[in-house]
Structure formats: structure tokens, C-alpha cells
């Protein structure tokens, strides 16, 4: 049998340190990439570990009791984390999401919540503080991250199935539990939750009715995601891709629905209402249909560095900057030149080329920055 060799640690090391232009550039909040995309969300992982092995993101063949995480040294400060954050609600960001790995592993995540939620906007308005989690600690947690001002979560499950979910996580972990976590969270305001639904076919596809109409008519909106060639360990193959028109066909064969305009320029899910009323579900189509052309996302990992596409080869380590003592307005010229050189296309390429881009390549894990 060929060993396979998922090449993590070169992602997290031999980055880039960002160039620092003179003179340097001012944030104006008006900050564009090459097609012209602004810089409105980012998406900070707090930690790459995680309690759950789930198939198509840390299967355990390669995320095994041996898998070597990032030492606490190596990560962010909750201080460096709000510094940064700062600087980047100077280029225009308006909204944070928190993720991971699983975001609440992290040891007084509250305090870093406390800290973000204190910001706002170029505008004044309060920052759109939010968190994606497996929901194992949810119910445990959820009145704690809303008293640190955490505004919503969304929460990831796969089936509704037991014996799916626990196939699907790989650690045995009950649906009952992220269900009862879900129903805390709602309880103490952290919503309107999302729950985003991974489909794989093959694996879970027949779970896409059910989920359907299990959340049709109540506060939580669900989304389904085609299954993603993110990082080079989830072994994607595109024939297990379950396009969302398929996913939108089943559904609305039962419980019909009709298309809806998005909330906001920008929004990763295409938004389908139940004809009765009862609701909405969201489709997240990055495989069959790309919308690289609005993405305005910037993600950063747990040990500060800074990549502009959830497929990306490589990042740029910000914290080089932050412990080297550099100042903001230094920092937020060296994020200035490397958004305005921002080019990004992934998915875009992978719909015209898609056999070439399943060709092995060097991206980056899923669980090291994030969905």
C-alpha cells in the first residue's frame, strides 16, 4: 500500500512574510483586489485541534493520536488576535467569524469574544461577531460566549442519522447531543442559527430530505455544501459531488420551494423559501457554481498567517510582523499590498478545468483555517 503524505507542516512554517511597501499605504476602508473584490470578512481560527475526525476534513488516518498540533507558543495571544483584528476593521472588515479546528477547544475563548465584541465598525456599528462549531460543547457553553457578546453561531451536522453522524465524525459522538446544543444555543439568543450540512455522495446524500424537514419551520436555517477538494487529505474525488440543483430537486419534489434574492453582495449561499411558509434552506454551490467573482473573505490561521483563499498553496505570516515589532501602520500597509494583489480564483478554474485542479497540489487543511 502507498503511504500517503499530506504535507501540513511546510504550510505552517516556511510562509512568506509579507512585504512592507514604502511609503507606506494608509487604510481607507476602500481596499480592492485585482477584480476589484473589498475586504469585508475575516474568518480567524483559533485552534487547529479538534474533538472530532471527520471524513471529509481531519479523517483519522492522517489526524491520528501521533498528529502533531501547534504548540501553545506558537499561536496567536488573544491580544494579537484583537490587534489584527483591528487593523483589518481599518481596511473595511465588518464582520469575524471564529473557527478552527473546533473554535470552543480553545481555553477562555469567552475572553476573546469579550475582546472582539468591543469593536465596531468604520461606520460605528457593532462588529458581526460570529462562530462555526461542531456543537459537541455548545450546550455547555452557549449562555457564556453570549454574555462575552458572541452575536450567532452556526453549527455544523451531517445526518440526523446516528449511525451516519457517528460514521461521518468518527469518535462516536451522539446527534442528540449537537441537537440539544443547538436548542441551548436558540434559547439564550444566539441566533438565527445556521447549521451547514456537508453532502457527500454516497455517504450521506439520503440524509438531505430529512435534515430538510427537520428544520423546515423552526428559527434555524439550514444549509447544504457540496462536498469541497479542500486541503489534500479528504482524498475528494468529483463524482461524490451531490450538486445543490440535485439537492434543491429533492427537496422541493416533497416540501416545494422557490429561489430567493441574497441578503447581502457576497453571500457564499444561494437562498431557496419553502412555498408554504415554511422557511428557508441555503445551498453553498463552490464546486458547480463558483462565486469567486464577489468573494470578499480573508482567512487567518491559529499561528497568524494570513491566506486569501480557502484554496489556497500557501500564506503570508502576519505574526512575523506582530512579534517583530512592527507597528499597525506598517502591518496594515503590508495587508494593503497583498489585497490589492489579491487574484484569487480557485473554484472559477476548477469549473473549467476540473481534472487538471484534482491533480495532487500543496493547499492548505480545511481544519488549519477554517471552513
Known sequence: MTERIIPVADLRYLQAVPHIPQPLIPATGLLSDQRGRPLRDLRISVTDRCNFRCVYCMPKEIFDKDYQFLPHGLLLSFEEITRVAKIFIAHGVEKIR????????????????????????????????????????????????????????????????????????????????????????????????????????????QEIVPMARHFKGTPVILRFIEYMDVGASNGWKMDEVVPSAEVVRRISEQMPLEETEPNYTGETAGRWRYLDGGGEIGVISSVTQAFCSDCNRARLSTEGKLFTCLFATGGHDLRALLRGGHSDEEIIAAIAHLWSQRDDRYSELRTINTEGLTRPVRKVEMSYIGG
Not at 462516536?172 to 443547538?182: A, E, K, M, Y
Open 98 to 205: 471564529l473557527t478552527g479546528g473546533e473554535p470552543l477547544l480553545r481555553k477562555n475563548i469567552e475572553k476573546l469574544i469579550e475582546m472582539l465584541a468591543g469593536l465596531t465598525t468604520l461606520d460605528g456599528k457593532p462588529l458581526d461577531l460570529t462562530m462555526t462549531t461542531n456543537g459537541s460543547l455548545l450546550a455547555k457553553k452557549a449562555q457564556s460566549l453570549k454574555d462575552a457578546g458572541l452575536k450567532r453561531v452556526t453549527v455544523s451536522l451531517d445526518s440526523l442519522d446516528d449511525a451516519t453522524f457517528k460514521r461521518m465524525n468518527d469518535v462516536d459522538f451522539p446527534v442528540s447531543d449537537v441537537l440539544h446544543g443547538i436548542e441551548v444555543a436558540h434559547q439564550v439568543g444566539l441566533g438565527p442559527i445556521k447549521v451547514n450540512m456537508v453532502v457527500k455522495g454516497g455517504v450521506n446524500d
